[in-house]
């Protein structure tokens, strides 16, 4: 029982942890800090437009490869992979 | 070859290949009309997840709303994508755990409440429903234009191709089916974006051209739009007018409510294991972003386009697109200076928005407008739903890259409208029939409702595609407001909280349910002159309020359980199981 408790707070870690890069990603650079972002320029971009335009869902995507990465390691170091 | 009979031709080979696909995976049994029999590998569950949820109002629409929106497009753009973060983070895995065939079937046993069951399938019938209609107007658009057949039989035609592979196949011909449609019209999609691409920029990767040169110019694509658009009195392509707290708040409701889907929710019950449902998620977004990052892109290029095409031209020499689109009238140009040249501008160009059209031509050959012409210099009304279908055109690309287009727009509302139709046919069948009404019946007799509730759902469909009902466009957006305030709360709570009871949670998605709803048919039926951003509360707009009824929904939820007594042991041991992978 003690070994399952700490898989789920492991698992909420995990969580938490990719939830903030998403609110920062799309809330922070693409809405709330986007004008102070927008003064810098990459190519053809304001880098605040970019965020919210693209960058954003770019990161979303690396986010739940990621998660997939952790969740699957996580699974094996508590030996309990799904059959 | 001419355009129509391409159109004809690639169409019909997509929907032979999608009728061909639902024989050869007809389902026989309840487990595999609900979930494909739980058995659908990871990647084809990705890209059928992607079909499914890219509906017609990501193809035919957004680019083409991001397109006159500019940079507050965004909020389609971030909160679409990001809402399926939360899905596969907060719902997917531990859905799949639970693995029961629909999204009431989980509020019914983990709130241990044929009431909670019910409450959720009126809520998920509500934004089926209201999403579906959505799609069978964009079925419509497509035939009308370019098969150049009557709406009426357009979406006829649509909703005999769907209810063979719906009713047949189930989920599971609908599951091969999507994976086709994916293919179709993420291929569609591409094709004229790369044209257009190296066209304007000389790259051939649209989300780079996006923010390259213009070729053979020494100034950026989105500076130049800037420009041009300041030259027309307009104000910067990427500059935000909506206040920040409106944007945060839409965007946030897409989110939520893009989460709360059910058709999205239950493919992930098709996959054999949890951790296949998370490594589809995974495939789904990346499939997803392929056609969401390009879209900006296309937003732009044709805003550009469109304004070089248009913008002080002759109207009697402008392209025959043009003239196609007036045709069916959701394109009107009223000479209001007399000189027979097309100016463009700020404003809308009409009084009371949509053209309304008379039988006669004017002098140049164009539709006669019956509605007061506005104060204002612009000349052109422009539907934004045809942005995406008129690109080609207006950037003149080959016959076959049109007739494509036209198929994919086909694919992604008949993909959408089909997933749709499950979730309310299982919803019947399973949730209302055999959980609550007839728990007698055998598994033929609810596949038989199953198919029934199918057919039915079509034809209601149907009905709203035909005689769409005024208000459909205005709804379809809110169907994510009410997920966000209704479904939404209720399942994270299930997953992450012991302690929510039955009572909890239905007073939960009741009051966001209310709240959100009564806002919404305020602002856009009962007092529609006080829509505006002076009358919000806290300035927020009846598309965002879905946030402020997720907030309501968490917050009575949680307030009711805490004052009565916790759920019994079982679920205790029921929500400890789902949150193991094995």
């Not at chain 1, 700490?6 to 004008?35: D, R």
């Not at chain 2, 929106?69 to 909020?75: H, K, L, N, P, Q």
């Not at chain 2, 501008?345 to 407008?369: D, H, W, Y």
Request: aromatic share 14%.
């Amino acid at each position: 029982m003690k070994i399952k408790l700490s898989y789920w707070s492991a698992n909420i870690l995990i969580v938490i942890f990719l939830l903030s890069i998403w609110f920062l990603s799309s809330f922070g650079a693409g809405i709330l800090f986007t004008e102070y972002l927008d003064k810098f320029q990459i190519g053809g971009f304001k880098v605040g437009f970019w965020f919210s335009q693209q960058g954003s869902i770019i990161t979303f995507v690396l986010i739940i490869v990621l998660y997939c990465f952790l969740m699957n390691r996580l699974d094996k170091i508590y030996n309990s992979e799904g059959e | 070859m001419d355009l129509q009979f391409l159109t004809y031709l690639i169409a019909g080979v997509s929907f032979a290949l999608y009728i061909g696909i639902a024989l050869w995976s007809k389902a026989s049994s309840t487990n595999e009309f609900y979930i494909a029999g739980g058995g659908v590998h990871p990647i084809a569950n990705g890209m059928a997840t992607a079909a499914d949820w890219m509906s017609a109002a990501s193809f035919i629409s957004m680019a083409g709303i991001i397109s006159f929106m500019g940079r507050d497009g965004a909020v389609y753009l971030m909160g679409w994508t990001g809402g399926y973060v939360l899905l596969a983070l907060l719902l997917a895995p531990y859905l799949r755990k639970f693995g029961k065939y629909t999204v009431p079937d989980f509020i019914g046993e983990r709130y241990y409440s044929k009431i909670a069951r019910f409450v959720a399938v009126l809520c998920l019938i509500f934004v089926s429903f209201t999403y579906i209609a959505g799609q069978m107007r964009g079925v419509g658009i497509v035939f009308s234009r370019f098969l150049e057949v009557d709406i009426n039989t357009g979406v006829v035609v649509g909703m005999v191709i769907v209810f063979i592979y719906a009713v047949l196949g189930g989920m599971k011909g609908i599951t091969y089916t999507q994976v086709a449609q994916y293919c179709v019209l993420i291929f569609a999609y591409m094709v004229p974006a790369i044209f257009i691409s190296i066209l304007i920029t000389g790259n051939p990767v649209p989300q780079l051209g996006f923010g390259s040169k213009i070729l053979n110019e020494d100034i950026y694509l989105l500076d130049k739009l800037n420009l041009v658009l300041n030259d027309l009195g307009f104000n910067d392509y990427t500059k935000s007018i909506r206040s920040k707290i409106d944007v945060f708040c839409i965007t946030a409701a897409l989110m939520a409510g893009t989460a709360g889907l059910p058709h999205v929710i239950v493919r992930f019950f098709t996959v054999p294991r949890v951790r296949d449902a998370r490594t589809s998620a995974g495939w789904a977004l990346m499939f997803i972003a392929i056609l969401y990052t390009t879209a900006p892109a296309v937003s732009s290029f044709s805003r550009l386009n469109f304004i070089d095409t248009i913008h002080n031209s002759e109207y009697q020499t402008t392209p025959q697109w043009f003239k196609n689109w007036e045709n069916i009238g959701l394109i009107s140009w009223s000479d209001k200076n007399n000189d027979g040249i097309i100016q463009y501008g700020p404003g809308k160009a009409l009084e009371n928005t949509k053209p309304i059209f008379s039988n006669q031509r004017g002098e140049n050959g164009e539709r006669v407008v019956l509605n007061k012409p506005s104060d204002n210099n612009n000349e052109i009304y422009i539907d934004r739903d045809i942005m995406v279908l008129a690109n080609p055109e207006i950037a003149a690309l080959p016959n076959w890259v049109i007739a494509l287009v036209a198929a994919g727009a086909l694919a992604a509302a008949l993909s959408t409208a089909a997933g749709l139709l499950l979730v309310i046919s299982s919803a019947i069948s399973h949730d209302l029939m055999k959980k609550i009404f007839r728990p007698l019946i055998n598994d033929k007799q609810e596949l038989f409702y199953a198919r029934m509730s199918a057919a039915i759902a079509i034809a209601i469909a149907g009905i709203f595609g035909i005689y769409p009902p005024a208000f459909v466009a205005q709804v379809v957006a809110f169907a994510f407001g009410l997920a966000a305030s209704s479904i939404f709360p209720v399942l994270i709570m299930g997953i992450f909280s012991k302690r929510i009871n039955s009572v909890g949670a239905i007073s939960g998605m009741v009051s966001g349910l209310i709240f959100t709803l009564s806002y919404i048919v305020f602002f856009k039926f009962i007092s529609p002159e006080l829509n505006s951003p002076d009358h919000w509360i806290l300035g927020i707009s009846p598309e965002g309020i879905g946030v402020v009824g997720m907030l309501i929904n968490f917050f009575f939820a949680i307030i009711i359980s805490s004052l009565t007594k916790p759920p019994p042991e079982e679920i205790r041991t029921l929500v400890n199981k789902i949150r193991q992978p094995s």
